[in-house]
C-alpha cells in the first residue's frame, strides 16, 4: 500500500460501519412500556379465547423457569434472541408480547424488552413486578422439568 492511500482502507471500514448502524433503533429505558397485575390478568384472560393474542416471555436461566414461571410462559433467553438475525415468527405472530424476570429489578427482564424493542417487536410489555409480585398476589406457579 502506497504511503498517500493508507488511510483510504479505515476510513472506508468507517463508513461501512456507519452506513450499516444507520437504520439501527436505539432504544432506552424510556421506550419501555410497563404493564401492572391487573393488565397482565386482563390480557392472560383475553387470550383463552385467542391464542395468538399474548406470549409471556421468561428470560431468566432454565433452572429458575423450571422450579417456578407465570403459567404459559416460554423460557426464552436473551442471548438466543441476540445471536438470532431476524424476528422470530413464533414471538412476532402475537398482539402483545410481556416479558417478566424474578422482581422489579431483573436486569435480565429488562434487557430482553430492550432487546425486543430494537428489533422493532410491537407491544412490548414489562410486566416489571415479575414471579415476586405474581406470587404475592397468591397466582398459581408451573414448573416443569428441565
Known amino acids: ?3 498517500r492511500t493508507w488511510w483510504f482502507t479505515p ?9 450499516a448502524s444507520c437504520g439501527e433503533k ?3 429505558d424510556s421506550d419501555i412500556t410497563f404493564i401492572d397485575l391487573t393488565q397482565l390478568r386482563a390480557l392472560m384472560d383475553e387470550d383463552r379465547g385467542n391464542p395468538d393474542r399474548l406470549v409471556i416471555i421468561d428470560p ?6 423450571s422450579a417456578g414461571h407465570i ?3 416460554v423460557n426464552i433467553r436473551l442471548t ?6 431476524g424476528r422470530d415468527p413464533a414471538i412476532s405472530r402475537h398482539d402483545y ?7 422489579p429489578g431483573s ?3 429488562k434487557g430482553m424488552a430492550k432487546e425486543l424493542l430494537h428489533r422493532r417487536y410491537s407491544k412490548v410489555r414489562w410486566f416489571q413486578g415479575g414471579l415476586a409480585e405474581w406470587r404475592k398476589a397468591g397466582f398459581r406457579v408451573e414448573s416443569s422439568a428441565e
Do not use: E, F, H, K
Open 26 to 28: 436505539r432504544v432506552d
Open 1 to 3: 500500500m502506497s504511503p
Open 80 to 85: 438466543d434472541v441476540q445471536r438470532n438475525t
Open 11 to 19: 476510513v472506508l471500514a468507517l463508513a461501512a460501519w456507519l452506513l
Open 97 to 103: 408480547i410481556v416479558v417478566y424476570g424474578n422482581d
Open 71 to 73: 403459567p404459559g410462559a
Open 60 to 65: 431468566r436461566i432454565p433452572g429458575d423457569y
Open 107 to 109: 436486569a435480565i427482564a
